[in-house]
């Protein structure tokens, strides 16, 4: 399986720098997935759950694939689920595996994540974006859509779940953790690449209220709460995590949302270091290959390629958020 041709990755969103029909301003947005499993009217996708048919690919780098990283392992599917990482950095090729394997996937043997599209759909000629689940008895692709991989896990792979393992997408809390995910999704989650990837003026600042008018009203609500949807931990937490995880060190300098940082926020700054500090989510974030991938791998931005040291932040000082009710 070798790509016939390269795949130019845009900025961490995995696809190209300028979607096909994009607006003027509105480069780097997260489109929807193009390969989706069908989904029934109970939720359900009627994906087949089996201990090692199915790979997820991801890259720590990326904060759509962090999602699934986090799901995978608050719900004990490591042995269940295989893995295989790109490296942070991308080639002209696009997602690429790394030196430690040979730059080969262990799996597949193929050197770019591409080539796993064109093994999918020989004609495939979208954007080649991670996370992706991979069946390894049929060959192909299953999805890539960062929502429908995570939803799975919490749906379809609920009898492989650890002892304990938290319900993170409870029937009776759906319709409320994707109305806050959707809002989440279009102001912030891709509201920072709307404002750094900019084209005009006009588009930017846009961009940049609408992330800060949304990170006031999330403030204000983990105020009163521990987490988004009150004192369970959900899929929206998981959706919100990777972006801010990623903003001091990223989106405020490289990507200009630079009115407030997270940890300037009272409330937000101490939640994000109350999920860090849970299994899943410090463990799946890695702000080395975060920054790589984000300084080295847009010359457009910044031509240097130089990777700032900072910010020197406690991700692990006390939160007391554990005293939170409701």
């Known amino acids: ?27 780097g947005i997260r489109g929807p997935a193009e390969i989706t499993l069908p989904v029934g009217r109970d939720g359900s996708t009627g994906l087949t759950a089996e201990p090692g048919r199915y790979q997820l690919y991801a890259s720590l780098a990326c904060p759509w694939s962090q999602r699934a990283l986090i799901v995978r392992r608050l719900l004990g599917l490591e042995r269940v689920i295989g893995l ?77 779940w650890r002892p304990g393992a938290p319900d993170l997408y409870p029937a009776a809390k759906r319709r409320e953790i994707e109305a806050v995910a959707t809002l989440m999704h279009h102001t912030v989650n891709n509201g920072v690449y709307k404002a750094g990837l900019a084209t005009t003026q006009a588009s930017y600042e846009e961009a940049f209220d609408a992330i800060f008018t949304a990170l006031d009203v999330l403030e204000e609500r983990l105020s009163r709460r521990r987490f988004l949807l009150g004192g369970q931990l959900t899929e929206a937490d998981v959706r919100l995590f990777p972006t801010l995880a990623r903003f001091d060190a990223v989106y405020y300098l490289l990507y200009k949302c630079n009115l407030h940082r997270i940890a300037d926020y009272r409330a937000l700054w101490a939640y994000a270091r109350d999920l860090y500090q849970q299994p899943g989510f410090g463990d799946t974030t890695d702000f080395v290959a975060i920054k790589r991938h984000y300084y080295q791998s847009q010359p457009w931005i910044n031509p240097s390629g130089i990777i700032p040291k900072g910010p020197f932040v406690s991700w692990l000082a006390p939160h007391g958020r554990d005293q939170i009710r409701g």
């Not at 790509?3 to 995995?14: D, E, R, Y």
């Not at 796993?116 to 008895?137: C, E, F, I, K, N």
């Not at 859509?145 to 792979?157: C, K, L, P």
């Open 84 to 160: 295989t990482l790109a490296d942070p950095v991308p080639s002209e090729h696009g997602w690429r595996f790394g030196d430690q394997a040979g730059g080969r996937d262990p799996l597949t043997g193929v050197r770019y994540v591409s080539e796993l599209y064109l093994a999918t759909d020989r004609s495939y000629a979208g954007r080649v974006s991670l996370p992706l689940m991979w069946d390894a008895r049929a060959q192909h692709i299953v999805t890539n859509d960062s929502a429908q991989i995570t939803v799975a896990m919490e749906t379809e792979f609920r009898a492989f």
């Open 1 to 27: 399986m070798q790509a016939s041709q390269p795949f130019p990755v845009g900025p961490a969103t995995g696809g190209y720098p300028t979607p096909p029909g994009a607006r003027p301003g509105q480069e």
